[in-house]
């Protein structure tokens, strides 16, 4: 079992910043993937970025390429969302997964924290 607490949301202006943190606990953090998820409102959740267990591999949407970056601390059992140049379409509830195998789908991540809301004014 791992349990998932997003932190970092919050209201911001277009072009800002914003970093998102996930704190795991419960089973070995490092035998995880890692995963962020988007859901925007009235849409359904998307990827949004992934990282293998070391850090040694990751991987962001192509639509974010560029602007977002996900890194892992696996000492401090924490991944990180960094959005740059936010936009307002960028508005969303943000979710943290962790996954056994190196995934972008949803459903093959096995435990989603509670998520973290993102709002971007222009």
């Known amino acids: 079992q791992v349990q998932l607490i997003e932190s970092g949301g919050g209201l911001a202006q277009a072009g800002n910043s914003l970093r998102l943190a996930c704190v795991a606990s419960?089973?070995?953090?490092?035998?995880?993937?890692m995963g962020w998820f988007r859901q925007p409102p009235g849409k359904d959740r998307e990827f949004v970025a992934r990282?293998?267990?070391?850090?040694?591999?990751?991987f962001v949407a192509d639509s974010l390429l560029g602007r977002f970056k996900i890194s892992r601390d696996n000492f401090k059992n924490t991944v990180y969302l960094q959005m740059n140049s936010l936009k307002p379409e960028d508005t969303a509830v943000y979710y943290c997964a962790a996954a056994r195998i190196l995934a972008t789908k949803a459903t093959n991540y096995d435990y989603w924290g509670q998520g973290t809301q993102v709002t971007i004014s222009s």
């Open positions: 990282i293998s267990k070391d850090g040694g591999n990751t």
């Open positions: 419960g089973d070995t953090f490092n035998t995880y993937t």
